[in-house]
Each structure stands twice: as structure tokens, then as C-alpha cells.
């Protein structure tokens, strides 16, 4: 396989694990030049979770920043959907197609003094957009279910850009633009539990290239009342990497995560997400516990399928 030169940032990693030389994976940053694109990078996740004990003081938050070839000088607006996805089943099937919350016009960005480039803090009530999507707050909703919202970047040109129209490229870690982010629905934990130093055991999960994650000692950092994340060291070649997992009433999800790394360039970012069965967990004692998610949910090119890795976390 090529190198190929990024304009950007050049990242190759080698990774043997048993193949032939002529076979070496190579892993390629994925951040490829991109024209006259634009995207909405991710400066701060602020409120990443919908509290299902007080949904009235509940919002999604998050700051952005727009890029586009003329730094910032296409911008036109940003619209904003939200979809419900129901995960509940004890409650019926209550899915809800995506609706339109609100548009943000450029005005409402201002230039950031560090970037030279627009940046905008874009938030939905919780209440405003369970009466949009017509749900039942107290019948329909539960611990488990998600709220997506989607961002879409309107150029003064016509170009429209979301996550329904994008190479992966844009997504991973210098663009950084998903345009669509899960706001789980949650009970909130005091920060103080399921953080700290914690031995973590690698308990199952290996590909075509070996075991995901080893034991390791890792710091348990709490983002949010539900949210917490760590450094882990990802395959024998693909360095540190964050994961990031949701305590979702009972219920450990890990939301989708981009590697920012690939096999082929163009083919988009390695990824991983809790697809399947999620750990449960007892918000009570926070001295041991598991996390379940697929590995190579989108494999970057590499010809890799998806596996489930489970991790077991000792408190020390």
C-alpha cells in the first residue's frame, strides 16, 4: 500500500501483527484535504444527555465552530433535527421520525478569537423538542432511549453538509465534524461514582489483528453526571485512544467513537459503538463493573469485521 501525503497532517502507523511484509495494515490519518467543503468542528459537547428525572430543566448543548474554504465566509445558517429512537420496549414502540427544532443564522456566531473562525453555541430545551417530536413525557420516555440531534450547515453558495452526505474523512479526530450527536435520555450519578483509578482486564473482544485492548491502569474521568471516559492503548499499533461510555439508568453504552485512523485513505475512520447487548450496572457500588461494544464498526478499509469486546473495571 502507498503512503499517501496528507496536506494536513501525515499519521502512518505500521502494524505487523502477524502478516507478511508485503501485507503490513497501515493505518492513514484520515484527514484529507477537502476542497471547498465545510463542516462544523466540535469545540465542546456542553450538554451531551437528557435527565429523565427533570426533563423541564433538561437541554442539548453544544459548541461549534464553522469551516468552509473561505474561513467562514460561506456560512448562511445552520439547521438543527431531532429524531427520537425508542430502546425501551416495556414502554411500546415509540419512535419518532426527524422533525426541524430551529434554524441558527450566521448572526448568531461570533468570531473566535484563537481560530479567526465562526463559532456558535446551538441548544434545544428538552421540553421543545419532546412536544415537537409529540411524545408523552411521562408515558412514553425512558432511561435508554436517545435523542439525536442533527446538525446541517447551510453555505451561501447552496451546499448543504450533515452527516448524511459526508466521507468520513470530515468526521474524525482534526475535523472532528460529526453533525450528529445522541442526547441519551438519563438518570444522573453524582460524579463521584464510576470515577478514579481503575484496573482494567481485558475479559474478550479479538479481530483479524489481535485483542483490541489489554489489561492496562487507567484514570476514570466523569464528564457529566452519566458520562465518563479514559485513555486506553488501542491495538499494538493504533496508540492512545478515549473511551468514552454512558451510565444510562442501569445501562452502559459506549456512543460512537472515530479512531481518526484508516487502512485506506477515503474509505472513512476505524469506529466502535455499543451496537448490541449493553452491561448493566448497580448505580450503588461503583467497585466493579463492565463495558460492552463492537470494535470495527466501520472498518476504515481494512477488511475487518465487527466483534464485541468486553472489558471488566477493578476499582484500586
Known sequence: MKRIKHIILISLVLFSAGCKDDDKLIFESVTDQTGTAGGLRTINLISPSIDLNDIANSEFSVEVEEWDDQDGGLLESVDVFVQFQDFTPDNGTNNKPEVLVLNVPASNFQVSESSGLPRAVISVAAEDAVGLLGLDASSEIDGGDVFRFRLALNLTDGSV????????????????????????????????????????????????????????????????????????????????????????????????????????????????????????????????????????????????????????????
Not at 246 to 261: A, H, M
Open 161 to 316: 453538509f450533515s452527516s448524511n452526505n459526508l466521507e468520513g474523512n470530515l468526521t474524525g479526530v482534526f475535523f472532528n465534524s460529526p453533525f450528529s450527536y445522541p442526547a441519551n435520555v438519563v438518570c444522573n450519578l453524582d460524579p463521584t461514582l464510576f470515577a478514579g483509578t481503575y484496573q482494567m482486564e481485558f475479559v474478550s473482544g479479538s479481530g483479524g489483528f489481535g485483542p483490541s485492548l489489554g489489561d492496562q491502569q487507567v484514570t476514570i474521568v466523569a464528564n457529566s453526571g452519566t458520562q465518563r471516559s479514559t485513555q486506553v492503548t488501542w491495538l499494538p499499533a493504533g496508540g492512545s485512544q478515549t473511551l468514552t461510555f454512558d451510565l444510562i439508568c442501569g445501562k452502559i453504552n459506549v456512543p460512537l467513537y472515530s479512531t481518526g485512523l484508516a487502512c485506506v485513505a477515503g474509505a472513512g475512520a476505524i469506529t466502535w459503538q455499543t451496537t448490541g447487548e449493553q452491561a448493566t450496572f448497580d448505580p450503588t457500588d461503583d467497585s466493579e463493573f463492565f463495558v460492552r461494544y463492537n470494535d470495527f464498526v466501520t472498518d476504515g478499509g481494512c477488511g475487518v469485521p465487527s466483534y464485541e469486546v468486553v472489558l471488566r473495571f477493578v476499582k484500586i
